[in-house]
């Protein structure tokens, strides 16, 4: 196996999978003697991530899309030397998202690709090795979701159909034209277990 550090983001829309599959296929490295770092982002419990979350659940105030956008990216950018450290010494980092989900989320708030990708180039943005999208409908999104929280419990993405459509579209497109880094892409509508399967034969070929 190269001991060559890798970073894996696995992406997707709300109810894909990305924290039970991030978490299995950490779980699988680690049998496996490979050193893993698990990153989540938004990333709460942190200043950033709790100022993220706060906003995502909380119709007391409302940043637009230059802020949203900001702080997202603030979010990634201060584990900049950090990951950086993690691949030198050989570590495989799995992420539950990472700034392609900033991209296709800001996309629809109207903040456009070139200035994001330009804002990426600016601080030297880390890219992934590989982004493993996990494919769901906007249906199956919004179905496991309300089967996991009720309605009164999601965000304000999750609860939008019609954001979900976007998400959905905005997804799709990214993926196919590897926008940022290479994707690949994999069916999450199916059982757990075979989107497993999925990700090891992925992650095997990588790593």
Not at 4 to 30: A, H, M, R, Y
Not at 68 to 97: M, W
Not at 143 to 155: A, F, L, P, T, V
Not at 163 to 171: A, G, K, R, V
Request: glycine share 6%; aromatic share 12%.
């Amino acid at each position: 196996m190269n001991q060559k550090g890798k970073f894996i983001v696995i992406e997707g829309i709300e109810g894909c999978g990305k924290g039970t599959q991030t978490k299995f296929l950490s779980d699988f490295l680690n049998k496996r003697g490979v050193d893993v770092v698990t990153k989540k982002y938004p990333e709460y419990g942190f200043p950033i991530g709790d100022l993220i979350n706060n906003w995502l659940y909380s119709k007391e105030y409302d940043f637009n899309p230059e802020t949203q956008a900001l702080l997202y990216f603030a979010d990634f950018i201060k584990d900049k030397e950090a990951l950086e450290n993690y691949l030198k010494s050989g570590k495989i980092v799995l992420s539950d998202r990472y700034f392609t989900a900033t991209i296709v989320y800001q996309k629809i708030k109207g903040i456009s690709l070139e200035k994001m990708l330009q804002l990426a180039k600016l601080f030297d943005l880390k890219k992934p090795d590989l982004t493993i999208y996990i494919r769901i409908s906007p249906e199956t999104s919004f179905k496991r979701k309300m089967k996991q929280k009720g309605i009164e419990d999601m965000d304000r993405h999750e609860k939008d159909k019609t954001f979900l459509n976007s998400l959905y579209e905005n997804y799709e497109k990214m993926s196919k034209e590897n926008i940022f880094c290479n994707w690949v892409t994999i069916d999450g509508e199916r059982s757990i277990q075979e989107v497993s399967n999925d990700l090891i034969k992925i992650v095997n070929q990588l790593i």
